[in-house]
C-alpha cells in the first residue's frame, strides 16, 4: 500500500505565491512519475506538472511560466511552487504517483487533496 501526504495550500491573493508538498510512503519498487493535478468546481481534473523519473517534465500550458515542479527522486518528494497566482488557479489539487509494486506492475495513487484560493 502507497500513502501520498500532502501539505500546504491555503488562501492568498492574486498575485500572490504558495508552496505545496507531497511525501510518498509504503511498500513499493520505485516511482515512475510524481506531480500534481487539480480540480476546479465543476471542471473535470486537469493535469498541473507532472515529473517523470527519467527528467521530463510536463506542464499545463495555463501554469507554464508561474508555476515550478521539483523532485526528490531519493525521498520520494515532490514540491510545487505556485507564482502570480491568478483567481482560475483556485482548485483542490491533489498529489499523483505512478508507482511500480513490488507485485509488479505500474499503478496511479493519489493524495487526499489541498484546497488552494486565490482571492482577486
Known amino acids: 500500500q502507497v500513502q501520498l501526504v500532502e501539505s500546504g495550500g491555503g488562501l492568498v491573493q492574486a498575485g500572490g505565491s504558495l508552496r505545496l508538498s507531497c511525501a510518498a510512503s509504503?511498500?513499493?519498487?520505485?516511482?515512475?512519475?510524481m506531480g500534481w493535478y487539480r480540480q476546479a468546481p465543476g471542471k473535470q481534473r486537469e493535469l498541473v506538472a507532472l515529473?517523470?523519473?527519467?527528467?521530463?517534465?510536463n506542464y499545463a500550458d495555463s501554469v507554464k511560466g508561474r508555476f515550478a515542479i521539483s523532485r526528490d527522486i531519493a525521498k520520494n518528494t515532490v514540491n510545487l511552487r505556485l507564482n502570480s497566482l491568478k483567481a482560475e488557479d483556485t482548485a483542490v489539487y491533489y498529489c499523483?504517483?505512478?508507482?511500480?509494486?513490488?507485485?509488479?506492475?505500474?499503478?496511479?495513487?493519489w493524495g487526499q487533496g489541498t484546497q488552494v484560493t486565490v482571492s482577486s
Open positions: 499523483n504517483a505512478v508507482v511500480v509494486s513490488v507485485l509488479g506492475g505500474a499503478r496511479d495513487y
Open positions: 509504503g511498500s513499493f519498487v520505485s516511482i515512475n512519475a
Open positions: 515529473f517523470f523519473s527519467g527528467g521530463t517534465i
